[in-house]
């Protein structure tokens, strides 16, 4: 389930971004550079003969007067400076990149959806396993998508359901017009593509926490937007600028699945990464094995005290 279907550097001095994903919260230094910041977070200057303190916080140093009555930011562009930029090409505008080299794109478009069910059922592509099995697949559903995929299952009878949402790159939903709207982070040289063979040992929700606390810090030094991909095939109008004003207006996976199940406790959401490339690790087939022993009515062979559907 879930399946689908970046770069210039500013002007001023920008630290290299590391060659893989870090699920720091950044894929530069930015922590490093407030950190440094830190260091000197308390020093007393001589300002017309009278004693000023700085001291500095996370968002810029703040000045304080010797009397405490006034204070003020100095705006320098100190976090600026610690991000990467970069645009698809010279026509189109110049903004902060995910982890130092990412496109921010819709994950799902239009052609994607080849059996035509993101109206009728809220997700792309979905359908039933041949066989008659009681098995579901879909693509990636936004926010609404899925509690229409929620309404669908109940209204067919199925009383019990475990979601395995088994993405292996990370989703980040944005706010758009009432909904939550599914974004991955792509590679320049290859939009169409999500990103795969992650470094080994990183969680993927790790991973996307740390871009929507990025995304809400890019927002914040352009004037509460950031610019993400809708059209890939031919940029029309692109990029498109959405509002973040707040790290709520984004969301994780995690909270798209769990959040419309919470009132629903036969209904249960797990994340299962599974490699686009080859046949999945041993512990991935384990964990999926466990979860269904964690819950035998689900299985074809019912155990004797669960009751009939």
Known sequence: MGTTASAAQQPAPIVPPSDSIQG?????????????????????????????????????PVVITYNCKEEFQIHDDLLKASYSVGRISETMPEHYLVQGKYFMVHD???KLD?????????????????????????????LNGFKQVLQKL???????????????EPVVFLKLEGDFVPYTPRKKENLHENL??????L???????????????????????????????HFKDEPHAIKIECEEDTHVTEEVYNRPVFLLPSYRYHRLPLPVDGAPIESQFDAFVNFLRE????????????PPP
């Open 24 to 60: 720091n919260g950044s894929g530069s230094s930015s922590g490093e550079d407030r950190n440094s910041l830190s260091i000197h977070s308390f020093q007393t200057v001589g300002i017309h003969n009278k004693a000023k303190s700085i001291i500095t916080n996370k968002v810029a």
């Open 108 to 110: 799902v478009y239009s």
């Open 114 to 142: 080849v059996l035509n069910t993101t109206s009728s059922c809220g997700a792309p592509n979905f359908r039933q396993a041949k066989g008659g099995y009681e098995v579901y697949g879909m693509g990636q559903p936004s």
């Open 154 to 168: 109940q209204n067919d009878g199925h009383k019990e359901c475990m979601f395995f949402c088994v993405r292996e």
């Open 196 to 201: 795969h063979n992650l470094e080994k040992g």
């Open 203 to 233: 969680r993927v929700e790790n991973l996307e926490l740390a871009i929507r606390k990025e995304l809400y810090d890019f927002a914040q030094l352009s004037g509460n937007s950031y610019f993400v991909y809708n059209d890939i095939e």
């Open 295 to 306: 819950n035998p009515c689900l299985l074809l062979l019912r155990d004797a005290s669960c």
